[in-house]
């Protein structure tokens, strides 16, 4: 797996330094002055179960194994009682193959597929309600105490996010604490690293949360409910869709979480308010200016 480091107690999180992930171009300002830029790779990744090609996704190329894995997961070809017998990446063919125990074929599946609202051409397959029927997610609490200080926490983090924009960030959290923050040029892509990581180290969902920069469409919320985990949170707004599907599978929805303010669309139950919102922390200037691009 890619490397690991160890910023502010997270587990992993972003290296807006590393060198495959930007690149430098030179460009116009408005007045026509030269200005320099680092700006967000892009690369494909196929991603094969088995000897099968399941999809080419377009990525920023970090944590290939993780967003193999974790793809793979939300999209129901992976179960839990499946035993994985590798997970093999090759650079220079930019593919990562999953070996399963087990053979698998999904070609009636693959021949259903829709494109959904997320940046960089997010695919998912045409039954990708499948599966939600059973989903039963947890009866946990969520303190507003702690989702101030997430967000307080994960918008002065370091991240390519801030660094470039052109990006999303998602970032799996325990209580007030986040742990493992992802980006992606989709942010479906940023969610299923984590799924993977979440896979691949046997990691429990029923007390987690899930922080995102982008929108709450109806893809992230299927994602986060699959992956088992009761909250979603986000600095962006929902949609239509997104809200509904989490009313119905009882997740707790909450965005427009920025500095003093969040709204909460489902899941109303699972909130402890013992935080006075005029206490929390004004968002960075610097996060706010992305976001309004």
């Not at 495959?20 to 320099?36: E, F, P, S």
């Not at 939300?74 to 650079?91: P, R, S, T």
């Not at 946990?140 to 999303?168: K, M, W």
Request: with cysteine.
């Amino acid at each position: 797996m890619a490397r690991m480091l160890d910023t502010s107690g997270y587990l992993i999180a972003p290296d807006p330094g590393a060198a495959r992930l930007t690149r430098a171009v030179v460009g116009t300002d408005q007045n026509g002055a030269a200005i320099n830029l680092n700006v967000v790779e892009e690369r494909p990744l196929t991603i094969y179960l088995n000897s099968q090609e399941i999809v080419t996704a377009m990525t920023i190329g970090d944590y290939p194994e993780y967003l193999a894995l974790g793809f793979l997961r939300n999209q129901g070809m992976l179960h839990a009682g499946d035993v994985i017998k590798g997970v093999d990446y090759d650079a220079e063919l930019e593919t990562v193959v999953v070996r399963t125990e087990v053979q698998t074929t999904f070609e009636d599946k693959l021949k259903k597929k829709t494109r959904t609202s997320g940046c960089a051409v997010g695919t998912v397959f045409g039954d990708m309600m499948e599966g939600l029927a059973d989903v039963t997610l947890p009866d946990t609490q969520v303190r507003t105490s702690d989702l101030y200080r997430l967000s307080a926490t994960i918008n002065r983090t370091p991240s390519l996010y801030l660094e470039a924009g052109a990006i999303h960030g998602t970032v799996l959290c325990h209580g007030d604490r986040p742990l493992v923050y992802m980006e992606d040029v989709g942010r479906h892509n940023a969610v299923d690293k984590i799924a993977g990581w979440m896979l691949s180290e046997n990691i429990p969902a029923a007390d987690k949360t899930l922080y995102t920069t982008g929108r709450l469409t109806s893809e992230m919320v299927i994602k986060t409910a699959m992956m088992g985990i009761p909250v979603l949170a986000s600095r962006s707004g929902f949609t239509a869709w997104g809200v509904e599907i989490a009313t119905q599978v009882g997740l707790t929805l909450i965005g427009r979480m920025k500095g003093q303010r969040f709204v909460c669309l489902a899941g109303e139950e699972r909130l402890i308010r013992d935080a006075d919102p005029s206490q929390a922390a004004e968002e960075p200037q610097k996060a706010r200016r992305k976001a309004s691009q």
